[in-house]
């Protein structure tokens, strides 16, 4: 035998070795997946809603929220909310918010009065909407007597029946 070919078996059995491997942990994987993930899955969420679980789990979350850390963060936060808003309505925010409503309720009203005034010089376009306004009471008083019409030619021919 020679040196190439003790190389190429123990080359052709380490591959069949690792390609063999890797289906069996194929394999393996999908059993565990499809029949024992499941089942530990289902013994877990027994465990874990079980009462005397869910009482401590009470009890720790209690604990918890007791300890001086807990509880001096959370008075801070409170606090910092409650100066937040006192500052908000009182202080420099509060000016600042109403100066620039103010400034916007101003740009906003000249503009209303520049459009105005551009409505009030525009004759022709209004003269446009009345021609408008008057081609649709026109077509509006040309439908509806036909309308009234129509339903008392009807009514009479139903009773006649």
Same mark, same amino acid.
């Given at each position: 035998?020679?040196?190439?070919?003790?190389?190429?078996?123990?080359m052709g059995?380490?591959?069949?070795t690792g390609?063999l491997?890797?289906?069996f942990?194929?394999?393996?994987?999908?059993y565990?997946?499809?029949?024992?993930a499941?089942l530990v899955? /289902?013994?877990i969420?027994?465990?874990y809603?079980?009462?005397?679980?869910l009482?401590?789990?009470e009890k720790?979350?209690?604990?918890l929220l007791?300890?001086?850390?807990v509880?001096?963060e959370?008075?801070?936060?409170?606090k910092l909310?409650?100066?937040?808003?006192?500052?908000?309505?009182?202080?420099?925010?509060s000016?600042e918010i109403?100066?620039q409503?103010?400034?916007?309720?101003?740009?906003?009203l000249s503009?209303?009065?520049?459009l105005s005034?551009v409505i009030?010089d525009?004759?022709?376009?209004?003269q446009?909407?009345?021609?408008?306004?008057g081609?649709?009471e026109g077509?509006?008083? /040309?439908?509806?007597p036909?309308?009234?019409?129509?339903?008392?030619?009807?009514?009479?021919?139903?009773?006649?029946?």
């Amino acid at each position: 035998m020679s040196g190439q070919s003790i190389l190429e078996m123990v080359m052709g059995a380490l591959l069949g070795t690792g390609v063999l491997g890797a289906l069996f942990a194929f394999v393996g994987k999908g059993y565990w997946m499809s029949n024992v993930a499941p089942l530990v899955e /289902t013994e877990i969420r027994k465990w874990y809603q079980a009462r005397e679980q869910l009482e401590e789990r009470e009890k720790e979350v209690r604990n918890l929220l007791r300890t001086p850390a807990v509880s001096e963060e959370s008075t801070k936060a409170v606090k910092l909310i409650i100066d937040n808003e006192i500052k908000r309505s009182d202080g420099l925010i509060s000016r600042e918010i109403h100066s620039q409503v103010n400034e916007m309720e101003s740009r906003l009203l000249s503009k209303l009065e520049e459009l105005s005034d551009v409505i009030k010089d525009d004759t022709a376009f209004k003269q446009e909407m009345l021609r408008k306004m008057g081609k649709l009471e026109g077509a509006i008083n /040309t439908i509806l007597p036909a309308a009234k019409l129509g339903a008392e030619s009807i009514a009479p021919e139903r009773s006649k029946r």
